[in-house]
Structures are given as structure tokens and as C-alpha cells.
């Protein structure tokens, strides 16, 4: 059974950094690209981050060089550091395991002063 569980979502004020986990459980993770996505309430779904297999690395336009995406493959985990965040970054962040039907359940993630 697949799991990807989400953590270190909240409030925080524009300028502000979070870092959010997802740790992942039920595949062979070093074989899977991982990715990070958001959903603000009214629009679709968004990529935000993405990090391949190998280790590559790719970026939402509206992210880049705020938001960093890594993985530890010994930890079955993936991170997205935020910095800069903005009320526009205001979403349910998920994160996915590429190609697959996997979800996570979501963390809130709140920029607002």
C-alpha cells in the first residue's frame, strides 16, 4: 500500500519560509521521480516543484529561485523549502509520486500578515 504523507504546512507572513516534508512508503522510492504541487482555492492544480530519479531538478515559473525541492533516498522523503513566500503562494500543497495515481493528502499552507 502506497502512502505519501505531507507535513510542515501553516501560517505564516509574506517574507516568511516554511519547509514541507512528504515522506513516502510502499514503493521503491530511489526508482520515482517525486513532485510537489498546490491548489489555491478556485484554480487548478499547479505544479510547483519537481525532482527526478537522478536527482534534476525543475520549477514552476512563479517559484523559481524561492523554492527549493530536495530528496533524501535513505529517508523516503522529499522536502520543499520556501522562502520569499508570498499570499499568492497561499494553497493545499501535495505531493506526487510522477507518473502514478499516488497522492498525498495535502497541507495548508497560509501567507497572509
Known amino acids: 500500500q502506497v502512502q505519501l504523507v505531507e507535513s510542515g504546512g501553516g501560517l505564516v507572513q509574506p517574507g516568511g519560509s516554511l519547509r514541507l516534508s512528504c515522506a513516502a512508503s510502499?514503493?521503491?522510492?530511489?526508482?520515482?521521480?517525486m513532485g510537489w504541487y498546490r491548489q489555491a482555492p478556485g484554480k487548478q492544480r499547479e505544479l510547483v516543484a519537481l525532482?527526478?530519479?537522478?536527482?534534476?531538478?525543475r520549477y514552476g515559473n512563479s517559484v523559481k529561485g524561492r523554492f527549493t525541492i530536495s530528496r533524501d533516498n535513505a529517508k523516503n522523503t522529499i522536502w520543499l523549502q520556501m522562502n520569499s513566500l508570498e499570499p499568492e503562494d497561499t494553497a493545499v500543497y501535495y505531493c506526487?509520486?510522477?507518473?502514478?495515481?499516488?497522492w498525498g493528502q495535502g497541507t495548508q499552507v497560509t501567507v497572509s500578515s
Open positions: 510502499g514503493i521503491i522510492f530511489s526508482r520515482y521521480g
Open positions: 525532482i527526478t530519479s537522478g536527482g534534476n531538478t
Open positions: 506526487n509520486t510522477l507518473g502514478t495515481i499516488y
